[in-house]
């Protein structure tokens, strides 16, 4: 009964190959969002939906591409994967985007590209 | 949109030592502030939360106070533990951003015994 869960919490790959991660939230949260956390620790947020809408889309390369059937999941597909890739991948949650709640975070996913 | 700055770290201290953390931030409007602490190996979780000025949002030992006037947000424990070390995060969120939380770089505290 976790809140916000990630899958894989580790991937390990290689360079060139296509990967997913996935997250799914059970708090009933209109809005996800996906970060990326440097091994400096700065968190760039990447994409957000809310009710399965896109409404935050930074500048990412389009290499990422998220998806979301549903408003209580967020997938991150990553196509051509590159060594900068390597990151810890954070899905987050929230009551919506237009009150200011704070976040429910999952676990973090280490992408690791070889 | 919201932006925040936060005290460069690494911050190592000795237990039972006062922990203070600086965080300013610019945004317009009327922000909710917000610490998060991430744990080694783990996601971010809720420290504590302040969505007026002059509030205070207080968990676990910690505090910080809604400083509207010098828009700022210091994160204070009058005795750290060992098992305080963690990565801190700033984070304002409303105002013309809405929902969206905008984080600091983040602050390295390691606490020895």
């Known amino acids: 009964d976790t809140a916000v869960s990630q899958t894989p919490k580790y991937l390990v790959t290689q360079m060139g190959n296509d990967k997913s991660i996935k997250c799914e939230q059970n708090l009933g949260h209109d809005t996800m969002y996906w970060y990326k956390q440097d091994s400096k620790k700065f968190l760039k947020i990447m994409f957000s939906y809310n009710n399965k809408e896109l409404i935050i889309n930074e500048t990412v390369p389009n290499r990422f591409s998220p998806k979301s059937p549903d408003k209580a999941h967020l997938n991150l597909h990553i196509n051509s994967l590159e060594l900068g890739d390597s990151a810890v991948y954070f899905c987050a949650s929230s009551h919506s985007v237009s009150r200011a709640n704070g976040y429910t975070f999952g676990s973090g996913t280490r992408l690791t590209v070889v | 949109g919201n932006s925040v700055t936060q005290m460069e770290g690494p911050v190592t201290l000795s237990e039972e030592a006062f922990l203070t953390i600086n965080c300013t931030y610019t945004?317009?409007?009327?922000?909710?502030l917000f610490w998060y602490v991430q744990y080694p190996g783990e996601g971010l979780q809720l420290l504590l939360k302040?969505?007026?000025?002059?509030d205070k949002g207080s968990n676990k030992g910690f505090e910080a106070t809604y400083r509207k006037e010098t828009t700022s947000f210091h994160l204070e424990k009058g005795s750290v533990q060992v098992s305080d070390s963690a990565v801190y995060f700033c984070a304002p969120a409303g105002g013309t951003s809405y929902g969206k939380l905008t984080f600091g770089q983040g602050t390295i505290l390691t606490v020895h015994p």
């Open positions: 302040a969505t007026k000025a002059d």
């Open positions: 945004a317009t409007g009327y922000p909710s």
